[in-house]
């Protein structure tokens, strides 16, 4: 719609509709250019006038955790989450900091419900594997990281941890032959692994 045809006088508690728009297009542009600091203070006004904006909530969130301060970040996406408990990614992104604090309970009920909303969501299962993996709870962090690599087969990281799973379990032999696999497109990660765990795997070809 063009910005003629919006309806300017309708109004919330913060102000109207252009009024929104034009914070919300400010903040945007000084991210673009880079200007984090001026871009979070037009966040703030604009979360300061309309306290359900889920922009505004989720760009904070983001600048808590690249600021170090994972429990600002933490409430501010429990806020997305009241807002939006349907959507995936706001469950996944408050589990996600949850497990950075520790809060694996926290974090294995908000990657599960991610997951029960979009069963292929690969990050919320290795999310979930490693939330597992800290409660010790090693046969179940198996099946979530296996849902994983069947999902980002090229993606190192849930065969790194498949593998380091198969050691804790005494299973050595399935640890090898992960790192087998990742031999032959992640040589470098394989290894890491063998110098980690101690396992020498000797590549078929």
Known sequence: MPIDQLDTTSSSAGGSRLDRLVLVWRAKALLFLGMRGAAKAVFLELLKR???????????AYDAIQSRHPAIALGYYARVLKLQPEVSNAHFNHAFVAEELGQTEVAEQGFRAALRIEEKMDRAWYGLG???????????????????????PMSPFGWYQMARVH???????????????????????????????????????
């Open 50 to 60: 309309w306290p359900d904006d889920v922009l505004a909530l989720n760009s904070l």
């Open 130 to 152: 490693l939330v597992l993996v800290r409660q010790g709870r090693l046969d179940e962090a198996l099946v979530a990281l296996k849902r994983n690599t069947s999902l980002q």
């Open 167 to 205: 050691v804790d379990l005494q299973q050595p032999e399935e640890a090898r032959a992960v790192i087998l696999h990742l031999k032959g497109f992640e040589p470098k990660v394989a290894a890491q692994l063998e110098r980690e765990t101690g396992l020498k795997v000797t590549s078929l070809v």
